[in-house]
């Protein structure tokens, strides 16, 4: 039975199917975060467009109807800071004064 097997798996047309799909998956493998850095603006959190359209003096409400939710939110070293972090070295902070109107525009990598 198992003589059955080994024979069937060691065809040539099953060894080119297997070298099909290695290469299949190895190109998902490489092209998968490509994409998604594509998607995502490059690795910024936000797009660059989208943040470009974030002005000072904006309430929270357009901010987050331009970027969305923000990853973090503190105000412990003072104004409110929304953070918007990327899966790479780049992080967007958008601070607020106490009435929530946009005071800095942060962009670092
Ligand atoms: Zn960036």
């Known amino acids: 039975m198992s003589e059955t097997s080994d024979r069937a798996i060691q065809r040539p047309t099953q060894w080119s199917v297997r070298g099909l799909l290695l290469l299949v998956a190895a190109s998902a493998i490489v092209l998968t975060p490509i994409s998604l ?6 690795g910024h959190p936000v797009s660059m467009r989208d943040l470009a359209r974030v002005q000072m003096g904006m ?51």
């Open 59 to 109: 309430s929270k409400s357009e901010v987050q109807s331009i970027l969305g939710s923000p990853d973090d939110e503190t105000d412990e070293y003072g104004p409110l800071i929304w953070t918007y972090a990327a899966f790479t070295w780049c992080i967007v902070r958008i601070s607020f004064d106490q009435d929530g109107r946009v005071i800095e525009i942060d962009h670092d990598h």
């Open 37 to 42: 850095m594509v998607r995502f603006g490059n």
